[in-house]
């Protein structure tokens, strides 16, 4: 029962006319318009929230008292508007599945995380070979310049061709011997 309905409830006769000469009719119409706005403004809430909040709105104004009315002795104002209030209206077993669902997040941003620095292993071995190909691309490219225009100039000599299989030769061991690196590192992550 929301807090309207049990202020009409308690408020009106058996007859379920309002007592004469008091404002109980005019909240209940003021409380009824303001149910009627909030509805527009927020229509996936329930009638008897809709009814709670609207009952809340009319009596107190908008502020919170600092005694709660109709709600017995004892009751403080951090029961009914604080965490407390919050807890009980909205119900403990929500707040627990939000931990919950919470708690799966948590898992899943860790594995995000775990995946994330994997990759960035990953790339930072790639940028490694992309520099390495980038050291023997350039290598290549300069001692076959040399040669073709040794070549051309007619001053090519078998020293020149020497050295220049040499070099060669060597990117191709340095090259050789990466992949069976890779290839050892591949097996061990595995």
């Known amino acids: 029962m929301s807090l309207l309905a049990l202020w009409i409830k308690t408020h009106s006769g058996k007859d379920g006319t309002f007592l004469p ?14 149910v009627e706005s909030l509805k527009t403004v927020d229509p996936s809430k329930s009638q008897q929230e809709l009814e709670n909040e609207a009952f809340e709105d009319t009596m107190h104004g908008g502020k919170i008292p600092e005694r709660p009315v109709g709600y017995g002795l004892g009751v403080r104002k951090s029961d009914v508007y ?10 403990y077993g929500k707040i627990r599945h939000r ?3 919470m708690e799966n997040v948590k898992e899943e941003v860790s594995a995000i995380n775990k995946k994330n620095e994997t990759l960035e292993k990953k790339n930072g071995k790639l940028q490694e070979q992309v520099k390495e190909n980038n050291w023997l691309l350039k290598t290549l490219i300069g001692q076959f310049s040399q040669l ?3 070549v051309r100039t007619g001053t090519a ?7 220049a299989q040499q070099v060669l ?5 340095r090259v050789v011997q990466r992949d069976k690196v890779q290839k050892q590192n591949e097996g061990q992550d595995t």
Do not use: P
Not at 82 to 91: D, I
């Open 21 to 34: 000469n008091t404002l109980t009719e005019d909240f209940v119409d003021d409380a009824k318009a303001k």
């Open 82 to 91: 604080g965490v407390h209030g919050v807890l009980r209206k909205s119900g």
């Open 99 to 101: 931990t919950v669902v």
């Open 148 to 150: 073709v225009g040794q």
């Open 157 to 163: 000599s078998t020293k020149a061709l020497d050295c």
């Open 169 to 173: 030769g060597m990117a191709h061991q």
